[in-house]
């Protein structure tokens, strides 16, 4: 799928309940299924790819809000939130918990920015 920007989409979220997780660095939103089948299309670097466990550390089930952006460039929203750089999708307002420590460093060595959320 891709926008009129030709920027390959994320994955819209296929249901909207207690299923979904955010990513807890770029509060993409999708289903635990779809994070495991795919990882998160902003963050390859996780390899969520088949992994349980990486799926459940980059990710979290208490987020607040979401918001679907087609144009991220264009979006006045979607750069307030600092989203404007990632591929359009469904993202969280806000997240309620940091990245492990770990995977913080991981970002840092891919020289990826990581914004840890302002109440944890």
């Known amino acids: 799928m891709a926008n009129q920007g030709g920027a390959a989409a994320a994955q819209i979220p296929t ?8 990513c807890l660095r770029c509060r993409l939103v999708k289903t635990y299924d ?5 990882g998160c299309e902003n963050c390859p670097f996780f390899q969520m790819e088949d992994d349980h466990e ?10 607040t809000g979401i918001i679907s ?13 600092r989203i404007g750089k990632f591929v359009p999708g469904c993202y969280t307002l806000a997240v309620s918990e940091a990245l492990p420590q770990d995977l913080q460093n991981m970002c ?9 959320p302002k109440r944890v």
Do not use: I
């Not at 249901?15 to 955010?22: D, I, T, V």
């Not at 779809?34 to 795919?38: A, D, I, M, Y």
């Not at 990486?54 to 987020?63: G, I």
């Open 54 to 63: 990486r799926v459940v550390d980059c990710t979290t089930p208490n987020f």
């Open 15 to 22: 249901s909207f309940g207690h299923e979904l997780r955010a």
């Open 34 to 38: 779809q994070f495991r089948e795919s």
């Open 69 to 81: 952006v087609m144009d991220p460039t264009k979006s006045w929203a979607a750069r307030w939130l």
């Open 108 to 116: 840092e060595e891919e020289r990826v920015p990581y914004v840890p």
